[in-house]
């Protein structure tokens, strides 16, 4: 059974970073894209950012240009770098693999308050 175990989430302020992590299960790791999703408190769950399994990536428009989705293959770990980040960007946040979405981890809380 696939798993998900997400890190490094925190409290930060507008403006400042955060390097989240997404740890998967070595067998399914390389072999698919792997994706960020985010729920904001009363929302539904959305979709950030992915990466092919060669590394291209993809983001929403809102998150363009502040945040930098990387995977490391050897290590089976993908990585959300944050910067520049808003309050709008608070949420939990969850890794899965887009094309066949399986059962969700505990995702890692970011809150971006002043």
């Known amino acids: 059974q696939v798993q998900f175990v997400e890190s490094g989430g925190g409290l930060v302020q507008p403006g400042g970073s955060l390097r989240l992590s997404c740890a998967a299960s070595g067998s399914i790791f390389k072999l698919y894209t792997l994706g960020w999703y985010r729920q904001a408190p009363g929302k539904q769950r959305e979709f950030v950012a992915d990466?092919?399994?060669?590394?291209?990536?993809n983001y929403i428009d809102s998150v363009k240009g502040r945040f930098a989705i990387s995977r490391d293959n050897t290590g089976n770990t993908m990585y959300l770098q944050m910067n520049s980040l808003k309050p709008e960007d608070t949420g939990v946040y969850y890794c899965?693999?887009?094309?066949?979405?399986?059962?969700w981890g505990q995702g890692t809380q970011v809150t971006v308050s002043s």
């Open positions: 899965n693999t887009p094309s066949l979405i399986r059962a």
């Open positions: 990466i092919t399994r060669g590394g291209s990536p």
